[in-house]
């Protein structure tokens, strides 16, 4: 299991104090005017950030950190990923999960055939989609409901799914 869990990525600085406009890569954008710090995956090492203003523009978030004062500063961070750590995540209600923690699970049938490996999670509309790979490199998208997704033990890395008519064909 990951320790870290990425809730946004700089997109690009914004004016001249050192503010930087953020992709947030969380369910709730709002959840950073509660965060005080975040780290920046500076490529060599978490950076521990201090939050000193949270502002939202369109999709994305703008952020003020105590540690920078300038443009110059913040600019070679563009790209960069914003971390926290696992105690700082959003509490999850049940039968919910990180997709990072979906991530490389193996997935079965509800007749005990290994289906394949969860590589991604398309996030629609209405419902998430798993991307499960399969041996031969197929890939099988399968909706993340209950009728379909049966159960999901993180701890055992094992997803138990059960195939809906028409999703193979």
Known sequence: ????????????????????????????PKRFQKLQEVLLDTGNEYKPLKVAGVKFFKNQV???????????????????????????????????????DLIDLEVYTDEGQRLGVLTDVL??????????????????????????ILSVDVEEGRMTVHILEGLLS
């Open 1 to 28: 299991m990951e320790s870290y869990l990425r809730v946004g990525v700089i997109a690009s600085t914004h004016g001249l104090k050192g503010e930087v406009k953020v992709f947030p890569t969380t369910d709730d």
């Open 62 to 100: 703008i952020l003020k950190f105590q540690e920078f004062q300038d443009i110059n500063e913040v600019q070679q961070y563009k790209g960069r990923d914003l971390l926290v750590t696992r105690d700082q995540a959003v509490p999850l209600a049940e039968n919910e999960n990180f997709i990072t």
């Open 123 to 148: 996030q629609t509309g209405a419902n998430d989609v798993y991307v499960v790979e399969t041996e031969e490199g197929k890939e099988i998208l399968l909706p993340a409901i209950p009728s379909c």
